[in-house]
């Protein structure tokens, strides 16, 4: 774990049963939103994919991937044991809704470098919890090179840090165990979605100001 620039790194937080859980989440929920029947698509495919969740942007999750996002808290609430960060708060809390993206990279992926704008009305901070499956993946954040090996997670203020992909590595991965359709990485994210107005209950779906510049993807040929 690296402190003091606003990004934690937890090096094998879920084991390879849980990485199996993970892929087999996203993937059921990426068919059943789709109406894709197979994945000849992404087995052709040497750039990224973001995968079918059901939602629209800012929408909760926590029904549709209940253990990505229990994952994603799990690792919310770690950080905010080690450094109690103000915004964490809600996130933490059970009933608090976080919404997401699941994005399948092939060789030739990456993302620019950037920072996200809020998602919210007056938001200062915007954390993510990013879990990795797969392929190790070059991750920046700020003037660091992460390499995110599968079953890692880093948390981060993405806001403040710095962040994007630089490339996928071509390792030695089972990925059929994995149940990925091909040799590839699979990143979660996840964040805080929006609220009602009493802060209490969770909107299932609704379009979050500023979306557009969470995560934009550019693939490289």
Known sequence: MKEGCLYFVFRSFFSFDEQ??????????HHMNSGDSNWEDLRISTSSRKLALG???GGDL?????????????????????????ALKEVCREDAPLTGLALLYGPNASMPAHY???TQPGQREEWLALATVGNTVSFRCNDDVLELKSGDVVVFDSMAVLHGVEGVAEDDVDYQRLGLPIASRL???FWQGRMKLNNRSPVTASVVDGVGNLFVESDCE
């Open 20 to 29: 199996k859980k993970l892929v087999r989440e996203a993937l059921d929920c």
């Open 55 to 57: 939602i629209s942007t």
């Open 62 to 86: 926590t029904s549709t991937l209940p253990f990505a996002v229990a994952l994603a808290r799990k690792a919310f609430r770690k950080v905010f044991e080690k450094k109690d960060f103000e």
């Open 116 to 118: 996200d704008s809020p």
């Open 187 to 189: 990143g979660t994210l």
